[in-house]
């Protein structure tokens, strides 16, 4: 029920949602954690079965349930069937080479008719474990998804030339979650980060409509 004459501040906030690793009754976002880690630190660190890598020189198409994504955010809570902007896509580039970079690659998502297309990939080289690539989009160029709903985005490649081709790496394990299965029983932990807005009431007027209902309360207690 809304409050007559509550004022409403818009607040924005940034929130990532990932793949992520229970271990120890914990949960780990995999993106955060595993970059710059070697595959055997991962398993005897997260309890992971095992850690390879793929390479794709062709266009692949990747669906992110975000029910399913463990969710961390840098303010209040997010509510639930609120409207996220995408700001970035990232996954695990190779751990056991600096060869594959994705080179010129670019992410795509389509929404209704619209598709939104990202800045060229970001490679970023750990030197001592898993490597980082991420895609961005621009304010204005900002796919909109609903907290709880499935995100499908594709990954193009510019050519297949080695530094173009695009590395995936990925892992086995019972206690992973959110990660799409590109290949038998491997699993590829993603990571979107997105900005979310949403309406809250302004300090002042939450106060005072607090007050408000309190007297309200007291005048019908005394009646």
């Known amino acids: 029920m809304a409050l007559a004459g509550v004022s409403l501040a818009d607040t924005s906030q940034s929130v990532t949602l990932g793949s992520y690793v229970t271990y120890n009754g914990t949960k780990y976002d995999m993106i955060d954690e595993f970059v710059g880690l070697t595959a055997d630190s991962v398993k005897s660190t997260y309890g992971i079965t095992d850690a390879n890598q793929l390479t794709y020189d062709t266009t692949q198409t990747f669906t992110l349930s975000t029910n399913d994504l463990l969710l961390t955010t840098t303010g209040e809570s997010v509510l639930a069937g609120a409207d996220l902007q995408i700001t970035k896509i990232s996954f695990l580039g190779r751990a056991d080479s600096d060869e594959y970079q994705a080179e010129d690659s670019v992410a795509s998502i389509t929404i209704g008719e619209v598709v939104y297309t990202s800045s060229v990939a970001v490679y970023t080289n750990s030197a001592t474990g898993y490597n980082l690539v991420t895609y961005s989009f621009a304010p204005g160029n900002s796919p909109t998804f609903t907290l709880g709903s499935n995100v499908t985005f594709t990954l193009t490649p510019a050519g297949n030339a080695k530094a173009q081709k695009m590395p995936v790496s ?5 206690n992973i979650s959110g990660a799409p299965n590109p290949t038998g ?39």
Not at 186 to 211: G, H
């Open 170 to 174: 990925v892992f086995q394990g019972t």
């Open 185 to 223: 029983t491997w699993l590829a932990p993603f990571q979107l980060t997105a900005t979310v807005t949403q309406q809250v009431p302004e300090p002042t007027t939450a106060t005072l409509s607090l007050l408000a209902l309190a007297g309200l309360a007291a005048r019908r207690r005394r009646n």
